[in-house]
C-alpha cells in the first residue's frame, strides 16, 4: 500500500484570536512556550518537504493570519510547485487579504461554520461577532473568486444544527462541506460531556449517508469518523447500490478512513510530527530529523500502518481496511492508539 504523504497541516502560530470550545491546541492570543517560528526557518521546512513530495500544504494555526509573513511563506510554497492553502476562522479576512492570498497563489481557504445562525456559533467559539466575520470573509471570497471549503464541528450543543448548516453551505457557494466529529483533544477535554455519545453517533452519519445519495454538485465528508466507510458499504449492499460515492474515493485514496500517519499528518508550531492535527504524539521532530526520515521510519507511523497490530472489535473487524477506527480518538479516550475506536457501536461478524 502506498502511504506516500498526500497532505499536510502544518500549525504556523498557536496564537489565535478565537478562544474555541474544542480548540485542538488550547489556543489563545498568547500562548506562552510555543513561539512563532522565523520565516528562513519556514522556507527550509518547505524545502525539506519539496525534496521528498509535493504534500498539499495547509498553512493552520492558531489563525495563520496573525502572522505578518503568512502570505511569504504561501509565496514561496507556491514558487516551489508546492499546492499551498489556508485554514482560517475568517474574523480577520479583508479586501486586502483576498488580494494577497490570490498574489501568493493560495489554491484553498478552508474557514469553519458551527452554526446557521449567529447565536449558535459565537456560542462555539465563545466570541461574540465570529459568525459575522466570517460570513463578510465568504462574501470577500465569493466577490474575489477564492475557493473555499467549510468545516463544521458537532458536539451535542450544536448536532442539531447539521441539516441547517447544510442547506446553508450549499447557498454560500462553498466548494465542500466537512462534517467533523469531535475528538476531545486540547481544550477539547473540557466538555467530555458534551461528545455525541456512542448512541446517538451512527445517527448522524446515516443521515449524512442519506444527505450525500442524494447531493451531485457539492463534496461533502464526514471527518474523524472512519466508521462512515463502513457504513457506505453495509448500506450500499443492503439496498443493492454499486454507486461510488465521492467522500468515500476522495477520503480514502485507496486506503482507509482514517488517514492519521497514512496519508496525512500535522507539523506544530515546535516542529512536531503528528500523525493528525487531533493526535498529539510527536513521530519526530523536523528541527532533529528530516521529514522523509520521520515519515517512513517513525514507530509510531509504522504502527499505524499495520492494521494487524490493531486491537479488540477494530482488530477483529472485517471493516478495518476502509474504516480501521479513529486512532486518535483511541488515543485521547484509552491512552492506547491501537485500542478499538471507542464511539463505535458495530460489533464485527454481525
Not at 64 to 77: E, K, M, N, T, W
Not at 103 to 115: N, Q, T, W
Request: glycine residues 8%; aromatic residues 10%; hydrophobic residues 35%.
Amino acid at each position: 500500500m502506498d502511504f506516500e504523504p498526500k497532505w499536510i497541516a502544518w500549525e504556523i502560530t498557536r496564537r489565535c484570536n478565537l478562544k474555541c470550545v474544542h480548540c485542538r491546541s488550547s489556543s489563545e492570543l498568547e500562548v506562552a512556550g510555543h513561539p512563532d517560528f522565523s520565516l528562513a526557518e519556514a522556507k527550509r521546512v518547505l524545502d525539506d518537504i519539496h525534496s521528498y513530495g509535493d504534500p498539499v500544504m495547509v498553512l493552520s494555526g492558531g489563525e495563520p493570519l496573525l502572522r505578518s509573513d503568512v502570505f511569504d511563506i504561501a509565496a514561496y510554497g507556491t514558487s516551489l510547485g508546492m499546492r499551498m492553502c489556508l485554514a482560517t476562522n475568517g474574523t480577520l479576512v479583508t479586501e486586502e487579504t483576498c488580494r494577497k492570498i490570490k498574489e501568493a497563489g493560495i489554491k484553498m481557504v478552508s474557514l469553519s461554520l458551527d452554526g446557521a445562525s449567529a447565536e449558535v456559533h459565537d456560542n462555539f467559539r465563545n466570541q461574540p461577532g465570529a459568525f459575522a466575520g466570517t460570513m463578510n470573509a465568504i462574501r470577500l471570497f465569493n466577490e474575489h473568486a477564492i475557493p473555499f471549503l467549510i468545516n463544521s464541528s458537532f458536539t451535542k450543543r450544536n448536532k442539531e444544527e447539521a441539516p441547517k448548516i447544510y442547506r446553508l453551505v450549499k447557498e454560500l457557494n462553498a466548494t465542500a462541506w466537512y462534517l467533523f466529529m469531535i475528538v476531545p483533544t486540547g481544550r477539547g477535554e473540557e466538555i467530555m460531556d458534551e461528545l455525541i455519545p456512542e448512541s446517538e453517533y451512527e445517527d448522524i452519519l446515516n443521515w449524512h449517508y442519506d444527505m450525500e445519495k442524494e447531493e451531485h454538485d457539492l463534496l461533502v465528508r464526514p471527518t474523524c469518523a472512519p466508521q462512515y466507510y463502513r457504513i457506505v458499504l453495509q448500506r450500499s449492499k443492503e439496498e443493492g447500490e454499486r454507486f461510488k460515492r465521492r467522500s468515500l474515493k476522495f477520503s480514502t485514496g485507496g486506503s482507509k478512513g482514517c488517514l492519521a500517519g497514512q496519508l496525512i499528518c500535522l507539523i506544530d508550531v515546535d516542529g512536531n510530527v503528528l500523525p493528525c492535527s487531533y493526535f498529539p504524539k510527536s513521530a519526530g521532530n523536523i528541527r532533529e530529523q528530516s521529514f522523509k526520515d520521520i515519515w517512513e521510519n517513525s514507530q509510531l507511523f509504522l504502527e499505524l500502518r499495520d492494521f494487524k497490530g490493531y486491537k479488540d472489535n477494530c482488530g477483529r473487524c472485517e471493516y478495518v481496511n476502509v474504516c480501521g477506527g479513529c486512532r486518535a480518538r483511541a488515543y485521547a479516550m484509552t491512552g492506547d492508539y491501537l485500542a478499538q475506536e471507542p464511539f463505535c457501536s458495530y460489533r464485527p461478524g454481525t
